[in-house]
């Protein structure tokens, strides 16, 4: 009986063993994830900030393009207005011209 005893003892034994070497090394395995996890919210946080200013430099882009589509609206008549004196006074300069070689023509 003893023998029967001692031979389950072993096998318990054994069994401990195994459970702990494997306990062991999922407690390994735990703090290699929890290392790569820590890495990866880092970088997270990286990717996160970076989208966070791109996304203020998208918005002031937009606001600087509004503002200036509403500067050449507001300037388009000005410009238009000055381009059609500078074609009147071409104009005149040109019948002046025309009419200066008829007379000296004449």
Known sequence: MPSKIEAQIDR?????????????????RVSALEVELNKANEMLAKVQLQNSDLTNQLIAMNDNLTTNQQ????????????????????????????????????
């Open 12 to 28: 318990i034994r054994a069994i401990l063993v195994d459970l702990r070497s494997a306990l062991i090394q999922e407690q390994a």
């Open 71 to 106: 500067d050449i609206i507001h300037s388009t008549p000005e410009l238009s207005h000055r381009r059609e004196e500078e074609i009147d006074a071409l104009v005149k300069e040109i019948e002046f011209c025309i009419r200066q070689l008829k007379d000296k023509n004449a």
